[in-house]
T-cell receptor
């Protein structure tokens, strides 16, 4: 069965600092992995996805994530945080035979001026 | 192009009452998904429609929940009677292709969610 663990329900960084949001997964099959973002009062928006092509995936708004099979991780990073990055971020894995997405609990990112 | 629209954005009802949530997918999207996030928990899958047919309803919590998709267009999710533990945010998503067949080449677009509070 597939599962996702996001380490840290809240992360706070200063504007201009590195953003690192952690995600570890468990999957009995080669995983398809995703990061979604939810800005206040908006729906979930796809940031990026890994579908077994390149292990370093670039997404929108300067975010990227690296798939590391040996560590079963898919951490999300951004070199320099912007105030507009404040949002909640969700890591998800495709559920395989379940045919749906399995989400982590989410990480709220705060950006301090 | 309009995105996925959910109505209402917020709903507060008393325990035992009935509530109906509505989702209008992106036009032309055959696949429609409902997800729910209970406070402090993960977003969890509820069910999946392909056009008007229920493809997978394995995530529906119990028979107090009834989902329909009239004519393969909009969908409703009815909770009757509502219980306190039904409180949470209900998300709807739609896509042109199913997750598996498209290998997620086609993105699923999510609505902003309906926040349901049962008191």
């Amino acid at each position: 069965a597939q599962s996702v663990t996001q380490l840290g329900s809240h992360v706070s960084v200063s504007e201009g600092a590195l953003v690192l949001l952690r995600c570890n997964y468990s999957s009995s099959v080669p995983p398809y992995l995703f990061w979604y973002v939810q800005y206040p009062n908006q729906g979930l928006q796809l940031l990026l996805k890994y579908t077994s092509a390149a292990t370093l995936v670039k997404g929108i708004n300067g975010f990227e994530a690296e798939f590391k099979k040996s560590e079963t991780s898919f951490h999300l990073t951004k070199p320099s945080a912007h105030m507009s990055d404040a949002a909640e971020y969700f890591c998800a894995v495709y559920g395989g035979s379940q045919g749906n997405l399995i989400f982590g609990k989410g990480t709220k990112l705060s950006v301090k001026p | 192009e309009a995105g996925v629209t959910q109505f209402p954005s917020h709903s507060v009802i008393e325990k035992g009452q009935t509530v109906t949530l509505r989702c209008d997918p992106i036009s032309g999207h055959d696949n429609l998904y409902w997800y729910r996030r209970v406070m402090g928990k993960e977003i969890k899958f509820l069910l999946h429609f392909v056009k008007e047919s229920k493809q997978d309803e394995s995530g529906m919590p119990n028979n107090r929940f009834l989902a329909e998709r009239t004519g393969g267009t909009y969908s409703t999710l009815k909770v009757q009677p509502a219980e306190l533990e039904d409180s949470g945010v209900y998300f709807c998503a739609s896509s042109q292709d199913h997750h598996e067949t498209a290998l997620w080449g086609t993105e699923a677009f999510f609505g902003q969610g309906t926040r349901l509070t049962v008191v």
